[in-house]
T-cell receptor
Framework: ELKVEQNPLFLSMQEGKNYTIYCNYS?????LYWYRQDPGKSLESLFV?????AVKQEGRLMASLDTKARLSTLHITAAVHDLSATYFCAVRPLPSGRSQGNLIFGKGTKLSVKP | KAGVTQTPRYLIKTRGQQVTLSCSPI?????VSWYQQTPGQGLQFLFE???????NKGNFPGRFSGRQFSNSRSEMNVSTLELGDSALYLC????????????FGPGTRLTVT
């Protein structure tokens, strides 16, 4: 059974600190997504990682992908309160068509950044 | 450009009833996917439509069905509602499929009593 596991599931951070969220998946995949969800809101796309060694950065967030280890990380640098949200990773397992295929989501990491 | 819209935003139904939810994708997007989000099961894929054809289906009972119209708008239907169907239903649109970036709508919050 395909599994996408995130850890931690809950993360309470102090402003200014760094931390990493991990996303492990159990099958081969050709792309990995990170999303953010604020309470009561929909999902906002953060990053799409397409190849081994891919690294993308936006502001205080940096995502990386190691397809050999089946691991993606979302690193938070110098956290601020506005980053408080739930973060999901999602994997498109192979085999998939060129443009189709299910997305399998992790359970999400609820991040709370405190002053 | 306008985002993905979903109607209605909130819905309360009783067990045994049926419900239809609607999703209008971003203009030009031809793929619409549906997801169910619950606190216990998280985000689960329901199905994907492309050019009026169901291209993928998740592991849900036949009570869950959908369709897509020629203008790419999509509807999903749940018949014989059960308490466990209470969830946030999200649709996502993309240009040609889930292999490309998906844009999520605000969701429909369904409560079954």
């Amino acid at each position: 059974e395909l599994k996408v596991e995130q850890n931690p599931l809950f993360l309470s951070m102090q402003e200014g600190k760094n931390y990493t969220i991990y996303c492990n998946y159990s099958t081969t995949s050709d792309r990995l997504y990170w999303y953010r969800q604020d309470p009561g809101k929909s999902l906002e796309s953060l990053f799409v990682l397409l190849s081994n060694g891919a690294v993308k950065q936006e502001g205080r967030l940096m995502a990386s992908l190691d397809t050999k280890a089946r691991l993606s990380t979302l690193h938070i640098t110098a956290a601020v309160h506005d980053l408080s949200a739930t973060y999901f990773c999602a994997v498109r397992p192979l085999p998939s068509g060129r443009s189709q295929g299910n997305l399998i989501f992790g359970k999400g990491t609820k991040l709370s950044v405190k002053p | 450009k306008a985002g993905v819209t979903q109607t209605p935003r909130y819905l309360i139904k009783t067990r045994g009833q049926q419900v239809t939810l609607s999703c209008s994708p971003i203009s030009g997007h031809r793929s619409v996917s549906w997801y169910q989000q619950t606190p216990g099961q998280g985000l689960q894929f329901l199905f994907e439509y492309f050019s009026e054809t169901q291209r993928n289906k998740g592991n849900f009972p036949g009570r869950f069905s959908g369709r897509q119209f020629s203008n790419s708008r999509s509807e999903m239907n749940v018949s014989t509602l059960e308490l466990g169907d209470s969830a946030l239903y999200l649709c996502a649109s993309s240009l040609v499929g889930t292999g490309y970036e998906q844009y999520f709508g605000p969701g429909t919050r369904l409560t079954v009593t």
